[in-house]
């Protein structure tokens, strides 16, 4: 799964990575869990990307009470095509999430051991995400998902989901809703975690409340 994971990037450099024209309010962070407004971006209908705050925890068009968000912060990538949660956003509405690095718990016998995962050069990569609209009467909601898979054999000594990164090369086919579903499924299963970097940390970054670099040793 997905549950934790940081945005420490300077505006310039998601602006620059993305192919933004601005941002929206944007603050680092260090530990962002579920629940809360994460910068994500989208593909608009004229062609170019823009970046939104939606909350996290999925929130689908049809659900008759907005508490199922807590249920649904991941999705599984083996069944998006068949889950009534995810279906028709995985069609319609794909997105990315900004990361410059995420968190992961292994349990051992002492308890569990906190491991962050980062790219070695400490450059920014994006999760695969859905995105979805909610609106029932006074209440509007836009929220979104991060996709996971089964571990390859880097994460799989520490835990047996991961979540779906995409590579750069591939942002605009990922979030273009006119890309065959065939091409979209091949990008669920490419491996893009070359270059990736497990390190263990303190237990520091277990209270979400914790939001500094201390998270990061």
Known sequence: M????????????IIETFGLYQLPHYDVSY????????LTVVKLDDGSNKAVNLHWGLIPHWSKDKKISTHLIN????????????KTAYQQRRCLIPATGFYEWHKTEQGKQ????????????????????????????????????????FMSPIH???????DKQNYNYWLDKQTSQETTQQLLITDAYQGMTIKPISDWVNN??????????
């Open 208 to 217: 979400p409340y914790h939001n500094d670099k201390n998270c990061l040793n």
């Open 114 to 153: 906190a491991y962050s995962i980062y790219r070695a050069d400490h450059q920014l990569f994006a999760f695969a995400g859905l995105w979805e609209y909610w609106d029932h009467g006074t209440d509007t909601i836009y929220s979104c998902t991060i996709i996971t898979t089964e571990a390859n054999q």
């Open 75 to 86: 999705a599984r990538a083996e069944t998006l095509t068949e889950k009534s949660s995810f």
């Open 160 to 166: 047996q989901r991961m979540p779906v990164i995409i």
């Open 31 to 38: 530990n962002i869990p579920p629940g809360q407004k994460i």
């Open 2 to 13: 997905c549950g934790r994971f940081n945005l420490t990037a300077t505006s310039e450099q």
